[in-house]
């Protein structure tokens, strides 16, 4: 690709050998170092968005907005390095659940087959698609190339398989909406009576019940009755009780998100580097 010479690697190398090398400075250094250190970059990656996003400036830009490509770059080699992480930990799982031959060590085997092929097949279409994986042979199969493997895996198989692992999620639901509906209180009755108006105006037989009564008048005028028709109190309910309840449960759910920020941000959060308060 153009520009990725000996200097490009030759900075990505460099890059690398500074990564590790701070990881490896902060996995040496005390327990209490290590959360201060961590603490200190969490509240000034926080502090520079606050900073940015509310200074005051009368152009829209102000001194730190110049510095966003540089802390966004920033925070994809974080996601990066956490990406990593995660992939190392769910291989040495599965390698030592396999190794030791823990009940389900068939399903890990599954995994590491699907992971290392998906990863193969998936940086050879994006570098060399056309390159030959499987040869012709005879007249049993045709040629298949990277492209073509990697479309099989990921179309064929895995869209499919999350089709498949949905439908069957499709049978919990069921389930569990028959035990909300158990008509044990006047909220239950009332989800329920909802829930079926919804679901009977969403098809032709629910709408038919229904159809009898005309949206206009003989005079050309809106008949005031059509607001009954079973579809139309569906479209209400679902527009003007269902819409600002879920608003309200999205704002319940944004607030907490800040506040689960603000603890992050300030680390006060508890885990694996901060199990007591700082």
């Not at 200097?7 to 327990?31: D, E, S, W």
């Not at 607001?227 to 269902?242: K, Y």
Request: no cysteine; glycine share 12%.
């Amino acid at each position: 690709m153009p520009g990725h010479g000996a200097a490009y690697f030759g900075k990505l190398a460099f890059g690398l050998v500074v990564m590790f090398a701070i990881l490896a400075g902060l996995q040496a250094a005390p327990r209490r170092s290590r959360k201060i250190i961590i603490a200190f970059f969490t509240f000034l990656g926080g502090l520079y968005f606050a900073l940015e996003f509310f200074y005051p400036a009368p152009s829209g830009e102000n001194f730190l907005t110049g510095y966003q490509p540089l802390v966004a770059g920033l925070g994809a080699v974080i996601g990066s390095f956490a990406i990593g992480l995660g992939v190392f930990s769910l291989v040495q799982l599965h390698l030592r659940t396999l190794s030791r031959l823990r009940p389900g060590w068939g399903y890990s085997i599954v995994l590491l087959v699907s992971f290392v092929a998906m990863t193969v097949f998936g940086l050879m279409n994006e570098y060399s698609p056309n390159a030959t994986v499987i040869p012709t042979v005879g007249g049993l199969w045709q040629s298949q190339n990277a492209h073509g493997m990697f479309r099989f895996l990921f179309s064929g198989g895995l869209s499919n398989l999350g089709s498949a692992t949905f439908s069957i999620i499709a049978f919990y639901i069921a389930s569990a909406a028959y035990r909300a509906f158990r008509l044990r209180s006047i909220e239950a009755t009332l989800l329920m009576a909802a829930a079926l108006i919804v679901m009977v105006g969403s098809v032709s037989f629910g709408t038919a019940l229904t159809a009898g009564i005309h949206p206009k008048l003989t005079d050309g005028s809106e008949n005031p009755w059509a607001n009954l028709r079973i579809e139309n109190i569906a479209q209400w309910l679902l527009m003007e009780v269902n819409t600002p309840a879920q608003r309200g449960i999205l704002f319940g759910l944004t607030l907490g998100l800040l506040a689960t920020s603000l603890r992050y941000w300030l680390s006060l959060e508890r885990g694996a580097y901060f199990d007591k308060e700082l």
